[in-house]
Structure formats: structure tokens, C-alpha cells
């Protein structure tokens, strides 16, 4: 009986995974605002990836679970320093001085040599 179902359980989470990424694009395309899109990247990245990795656990080997717990740990740790390194950048930002500033453009007004 168990048999029966795991192959029908694994559907279903590749299913809610891909779910899941479809909605984390749709969050990149239609989504104006840089940190709403960094979130949507960032989520969906893992909480896609994770039933499509339970669903290779279910189904597969020992090796494709061990192989599949390793990608999760690496985007487990990797993806908050991605966002965070993206979102630094973007805050520093310097090629885009704040409107009503009196900072000049880049290249303009600024003769220092380096």
C-alpha cells in the first residue's frame, strides 16, 4: 500500500514546488520595489527547492537523499547572505544620489585624483 502512494506523494510535491517557483517569478516580473523582488527571490529559491528535494527523498536513493539534503543546507546557508549582500549594495548605491541632494553626479564636480 505504501508503495501504492509515495510515487502520488512525490507528484504532489513536485507539483507544490514548482507552484511555489512560478509564484517567486511572478513576484520578480511584477513587483516594482527592488527589496519585494529580493523577498520573493529569497523565498522562493528555498521553499521551491524543498519539496522538490523531499520529493527526490520519497522517491529516490539514499544517495539522491543525501545529495538532496546537501543542496538544501547550501541554500539553507548561502541564500540570507545573497539577499543581505544584495540588499547592502543596493542601500549604498552611489550612482543614484537621492533626489534634492547636494551631492554631485558621479563624475561631476568631483575632481580628486585618486
Given amino acids: 500500500m505504501t508503495a501504492d502512494v509515495l510515487p502520488w506523494i512525490g507528484d504532489g510535491l513536485v507539483l507544490l514546488g514548482l507552484a511555489i ?49 546537501l543542496v538544501v543546507v547550501f541554500l539553507l546557508l548561502t541564500t540570507p547572505v545573497a539577499a543581505h549582500v544584495l540588499a547592502w549594495a543596493a542601500m549604498h548605491d552611489a550612482d543614484d544620489p537621492e533626489p534634492g541632494s547636494d551631492d554631485p553626479a558621479p563624475g561631476e564636480g568631483d575632481h580628486r585624483v585618486a
Avoid at 517567486?24 to 519539496?51: H, W
Fill in 21 to 69: 517557483l512560478t509564484l517567486a517569478v511572478a513576484g520578480l516580473v511584477f513587483r516594482a520595489d527592488f527589496p519585494v523582488r529580493l523577498q520573493a527571490a529569497g523565498k522562493g529559491t528555498f521553499l521551491g527547492i524543498l519539496p522538490l528535494v523531499a520529493a527526490a527523498a520519497l522517491t529516490g536513493t539514499a544517495a539522491a537523499t543525501t545529495r538532496g539534503l
